[in-house]
C-alpha cells in the first residue's frame, strides 16, 4: 500500500516524528514524507493510506497544514485509511495556567483526525501525540520509539 506522510514542523520535532513514521511505512511499501508547503493535492494519487502531523501551536495544527487540508475537496479522502498526530510540551512540566488550557482545548491530533474525515477518510488509530521536553524541544527521550509501535498498532491494510 502506498503511504504519504503529510507534515508541517517548526523546530523540526514533528519533522523527526513524520520521518520516523515513513521509515515504518516503507517497510510495507511505497512511503512518501511531504512537508505542507510542498504538497498538492495530486500527491493523493494512488495512496491508500494517509498520516499527518504538526506541532501543537497555540493548541491547534500550523496555519499551513490547516490551508492544506481544508483546500482538499469533498471527497478528496475516501478510500484512504488516515493516521493523525502531533507534537506537544511536556505538559506535566508546563505551568498550572497552560496544563488548564490544554485540558480545555486539547492539541494539534484531534483537529487533523476531524479535517481528515471531513474529507472522507477512515481513520484507523486513534490520534496520538508525542512528546517535546520544551516549546522548541527536543523530543523526550523513547518519543521515535513510541511513534513507531503506534504505527505499528494499526490494523492490517485492507
Known amino acids: ?5 503529510l507534515y508541517d514542523s517548526v523546530f ?12 515504518v511505512f516503507a517497510e510495507q511499501g511505497p ?3 511531504v512537508k505542507a508547503a510542498d504538497f498538492a493535492p495530486s500527491r493523493l494519487a494512488g495512496v491508500g493510506r494517509l498520516a499527518v502531523g504538526s506541532p501543537t501551536r497555540a493548541f491547534r495544527p ?9 483546500a ?11 493516521l493523525a498526530f502531533d507534537t506537544r510540551a511536556w505538559i506535566e512540566k508546563a505551568p498550572g495556567i497552560l496544563r488548564f488550557f490544554a485540558g480545555l482545548f486539547g492539541y494539534a ?6 479535517r481528515l474525515l471531513k474529507k472522507g477518510g477512515r481513520l484507523v488509530l486513534p490520534p496520538a501525540g508525542f ?4 516549546s522548541e ?3 523526550l527521550e523513547g518519543e521515535l520509539a513510541r511513534a513507531a509501535a503506534w504505527v505499528h498498532s494499526a490494523p492490517a491494510s485492507r
Open 12 to 23: 523540526g520535532n514533528t519533522e523527526k516524528v513524520a520521518l520516523a513514521l515513513a521509515e
Open 31 to 33: 512511503c512518501e514524507a
Open 1 to 5: 500500500m502506498k503511504t504519504l506522510v
Open 137 to 139: 524541544g527536543p523530543l
Open 109 to 114: 491530533a484531534d483537529p487533523i483526525a476531524k
Open 131 to 134: 512528546v517535546v521536553a520544551d
Open 72 to 82: 482538499l475537496p469533498p471527497g478528496a479522502l475516501a478510500g484512504i485509511d488516515v
Open 62 to 70: 500550523t496555519p499551513a497544514l490547516v490551508a492544506q487540508l481544508d
